[in-house]
């Protein structure tokens, strides 16, 4: 009934906000929110996987984030690294990736996709791989 009588008085003022006010209703705000840019997003874990060579990643949920890459690269001799691999995951779950070198130093790197794009690429986080 409320609704009725409110639907009413909105069209019954001819749109004067001062007309509708003193009816005792009080408008609705008709501006949307604007997207936020996402902060830095982080990894919740990084732990051994079930089997050798694997490891498992979650990503810290983040309000607002559409998906999370994670990237990951094995670490060679004198520090250098090998070509990036990326996973892209729609939600913050678990993800075993799988086949990796035993004994093997891993760099892992994590961003998100929000509204507004995505968010820098996290500090490197390193893991050996059992």
């Known amino acids: 009934m409320y609704t009725q009588l409110g639907h009413y008085v909105e069209a019954a003022c001819n749109d004067d906000l001062a007309t509708f006010n003193t009816s005792g209703f009080t408008a609705a705000a008709k501006t949307k929110t604007v997207p936020q840019p996402l902060t830095g997003v982080k990894f919740s874990f990084i732990d051994r996987g079930p089997n050798s060579g694997q490891v498992v990643v979650k990503p810290q949920s983040q309000i607002g984030a559409i998906a999370f890459d994670v990237r990951y690269a094995l670490e060679g001799t004198g520090g250098t690294l090998g070509p990036w691999t990326t ?30 794009g995505y968010t820098d690429w996290m500090d490197t986080k390193t893991f050996v791989c059992a």
């Open 87 to 116: 996973v892209t995951l729609t939600a913050s779950r678990k993800l075993t990736i799988s086949g990796l070198t035993l004994a093997g130093i891993y760099q892992f790197q994590i961003r998100a996709l929000g509204k507004l």
